[in-house]
């Protein structure tokens, strides 16, 4: 009986770092065998539990860190996605467009004249931002900003990617200036994979299940949301970016109802429907961001 | 400093103990309220390894594996004692006040 206890806890330490288990693989085993007592045959379920959060905070990094770290390392991978989403967007659109056998005219191209022209700024700023130059990625994110404005103006085309994702990429980085965070580890490492899946599958949706694209946009960013909440327990820096990315959103969806108001374009939204459009963008952010903060207190004391 | 983490430095006040032997000490010190996982037991010595307040100070194969020792260091002493005149101070906000009531009657 102890033996086939013992082979279920092994199946369940096998989650750790190879490192980890061969520092302390014995320990823990022992440990859990004699705290099992005799008799039993399966693992406990609180011990299943605590051995799966200990092995995936190890994965995401175990070391302490202080709730400023936490923040730090959050706003620097919120400001990778942000800056993939504005750098990528354009592409991503052209690639499903010339797939999906629209031709491959200039007319076609033209349309994303600002975003491409941006590009290679913002391709930059994301690779100097993963290697922590962040005054590079700064001044490269501003240009990637001023190139698409320049060049929307000039052309009068809009910047599809959003010419304003780069102003909050910008923001996300101004503390990174300050105050470096140390090196991101665990799910964070692929971070700039998330708004690629989130372009992906809203094209995707937009080609093959049009009637149903709001909801399948809606759905995965609800997933994300939800993902990230979840790995609350884990690392708490998932929420905070993801919390960021959302939060710049809202700043910047607010921000085009501000000046669609001052101009007159358009109609005009009641109070209430303001109120919707506010409680509805900020819910999301709201709950990340507080559950983040409580948890990344709880992690910081010893 | 998390409830766990003072009761696992309490734990080792008197004397150097291994993993299991920690995990009853807690639960004999907490009076039962504090029940240490194993994967959290060792999360947390790895934090207090870390910042100095613990550290193996022997180790031996028992059933042909390693058990290792764990005691407090001087640092984690002071940390344990300075947590405790915290909590006491935060008591003392309320057992003060209710014991004032009960002297103006006497």
């Known amino acids: 009986m102890s033996d086939e206890l013992e082979k279920r806890y092994a199946r369940v330490?096998?989650?750790?770092?190879?490192?980890?288990?061969?520092?302390?693989?014995?320990?823990?085993?022992?440990?859990l065998l004699e705290a099992a007592g005799d008799g039993r045959k399966w693992p406990a379920a609180r011990e299943s539990v605590a051995l799966t959060i200990g092995a995936l905070?190890?994965?995401a990094g175990g070391q302490r860190r202080s709730v400023k770290e936490s923040w730090?390392?959050?706003?620097?991978?919120?400001?990778?996605?942000?800056?993939?989403?504005?750098?990528?967007?354009?592409?991503?659109?052209?690639?499903f467009e010339f797939a999906t056998g629209a031709p491959a005219t200039w007319w076609m191209v033209e349309r994303y004249v600002p975003d491409l022209a941006a590009l290679p700024f913002g391709v930059c700023a994301v690779i100097t931002t993963l290697r922590g130059r962040y005054r590079v990625a700064a001044a490269a994110t501003a240009l990637a900003f001023l190139t698409a404005f320049v060049v929307t103006r000039a052309t009068d085309e809009y910047a599809w990617g959003g010419q304003w994702q780069y102003p909050v990429a910008f923001a996300l980085l101004v503390p990174l200036l300050v105050s470096s965070p140390p090196p991101v580890s665990g799910v964070l490492r692929y971070a700039a994979v998330f708004p690629l899946v989130l372009l992906v599958g809203n094209e995707v949706a937009s080609n093959l299940l049009r009637d149903v694209t709001g909801i399948v946009n809606y759905a995965l960013i609800a997933a994300l949301c939800g993902a990230a909440l979840l790995w609350v327990v884990v690392d708490e820096r998932v929420a905070m970016a993801v919390g960021l990315l959302y939060l710049g959103q809202l700043v910047l969806q607010l921000a085009g109802i501000t000046v669609s108001v001052a101009r007159g374009d358009g109609a005009v939204l009641g109070v209430v429907d303001l109120a919707l459009v506010i409680a509805v963008g900020a819910t999301g952010p709201l709950v990340l961001l507080s559950a983040a903060a409580l948890a990344a207190?709880?992690?910081?004391r010893l | 400093m998390r409830e766990p983490t003072y009761f696992i430095l309490a734990a080792l006040q008197d004397e150097p103990r291994y993993g299991y032997a920690i995990i009853k000490q807690v639960d004999e010190l907490s009076r039962g309220r504090v029940k240490l996982a194993t994967g959290t037991l060792y999360s947390a010595l790895d934090r207090l390894t870390t910042?100095?307040?613990?550290?193996?100070?022997?180790?031996?194969?028992?059933?042909?594996?390693?058990?290792?020792?764990y005691t407090v260091t001087p640092d984690g002493e002071a940390a344990l004692r300075a947590e405790?005149?915290?909590?006491?101070?935060?008591?003392?906000?309320?057992?003060?006040?209710?014991?004032r009531p009960m002297e103006g009657l006497a």
């Open chain 1, 13 to 31: 330490l096998r989650l750790y770092p190879a490192g980890y288990r061969h520092e302390r693989g014995d320990e823990l085993m022992a440990t």
């Open chain 2, 51 to 69: 910042e100095g307040y613990v550290r193996v100070v022997d180790e031996e194969i028992v059933n042909g594996r390693a058990r290792r020792y």
């Open chain 1, 297 to 300: 207190r709880r992690h910081a």
């Open chain 1, 57 to 59: 905070r190890e994965h």
């Open chain 1, 72 to 95: 730090l390392a959050a706003a620097r991978v919120a400001a990778v996605m942000v800056l993939v989403s504005a750098s990528a967007g354009a592409v991503v659109r052209l690639a």
């Open chain 2, 84 to 99: 405790a005149v915290r909590l006491a101070e935060a008591a003392r906000v309320v057992t003060d006040r209710v014991l």
